[in-house]
């Protein structure tokens, strides 16, 4: 028992109240279970991101019941436009039977509170404004729960027979239970900042291709990176713009983010507003994990989703589709876990959870690593932009792969090509 403070007692303890942490919640409180959800901050609270979700996010937006209309304050957007190559093409998302043929855009800020708020709808009981400080660990090893903290410094303890992290890429649960990051594993990162901006209202979301290091921080000059640029219009007058780039490049980790964005910007149109004058918010950065560059996702009563086990998709740096799915993934292994009679029914139940994300994503994102590994060689994504770009029928097969809206099981020639790779790739 913490010592002067509170315990308390449930079914399932969640750490993290972002997409994968609340969805993870609201899909265990409908199926019946205590859940107590634990989140650091008080909402509203900011998140980088790019604010941008694709057909697969929507997905699961609509399994949660979440209303997406633009009535409840959602921008529908067709698809993405591309810039590269002196190319501009507009690839509309696709229709299909799996996933809705429109994406969405909502800030972070936004977004996390109505999932946070869908989860405690469902039941979930939400604590805002506790820290947690590490894991209970049973006598057996196994954990128990989390100690954790209020606002004002009480010590608390959460009990259940599962933990979800949930606390993000740095994931500290998963750090004091020795859980590192995988050095084999693609790693990004992302800076956003929003400008007031007459291009708001747009309906496309918008990727630039090409992002040049001018500085010579590769030990040439012009360098091309991988990564991308990004515009998206929030519909509120500003628009987020950003870009993310990989470290497979060897100009990663020495070139400043910040600078090389408003290197970007200060070369685009004037009238678009993507000046300091028109800034209307920091500029602000963070790393994106991504390829399971964290396992196990399951152990000694801990089931890592989301960002905690690294699950941002290598190709796109999408990250919110996979930590919601995650969850829903989770949740089904935990329902089962709880309803077992036994520790080794229980172990049973949970340990579906990792066979489960990695039949889901594992040669998925194994084509992923061979992706970034190779557009980290400059050469690579210059062919790539020049001479992908002028083939709309190759760039419509891109966008399904980068943004994974093939059909698994039948679908046209793309789909079935695309379901074939990942079915063959190692799902390591």
Known sequence: MAQDGRVSEADVVVVGAGPAGSTTAAHLARSGADVVLLEKSRFPREKVCGDGLTPRAVRELVALGVDTSPGAGWLRNRGLRILGGGMRLHLEWPESPSFPSYGLVRPRADLDETLARTAVEAGARLHEGTSVTGPLIGRSGRVVGVAARGEDGEPLEFRAPVVVAADGGSSRLSLALGLHKRDDRPMGVAVRTYYRSPRHDDDWL??????????????????????????????????????????????????????????????????????????????????????????????????????????????????????????????????????????AGREQALAAYPRAVRAAWGGYYTLGRVFVKAIGHPEVMRLATRHGLPHPVLMRFTLKLLANLHEPHGGDAMDRLIATLTRVAPAA
Do not use: C, K
């Not at 497979?248 to 970007?264: E, I, K, N, P, V």
């Not at 500029?283 to 699950?311: I, K």
């Open 206 to 343: 918008e990727s630039w291709l090409e992002l040049w290091d001018r500085s010579g921080g590769d030990g040439s000059q012009d360098a091309l990176l991988p990564g991308y640029g990004w515009v998206f219009g929030m519909g509120d007058g500003t628009s987020n713009v950003g870009l993310g780039i990989l470290n497979t490049s060897s100009a990663f980790g020495r070139t400043d983010y910040r600078q090389l964005l408003r290197t970007w910007l200060d070369a685009t149109p004037e009238e678009w507003g993507f000046r300091e004058e028109n800034r209307t918010a920091p500029v602000r950065g963070a790393a994106l994990p991504m390829g399971f560059n964290r396992t196990p996702h399951y152990t000694r009563g801990v089931v890592l989703v989301g960002d905690s086990g690294g699950m941002v998709n290598p190709f796109n740096g999408e990250g919110i589709a996979y930590a919601m799915e995650s969850g829903r993934l989770a949740a089904d292994a935990v329902v089962q876990a709880l309803s077992r009679t036994s520790d």
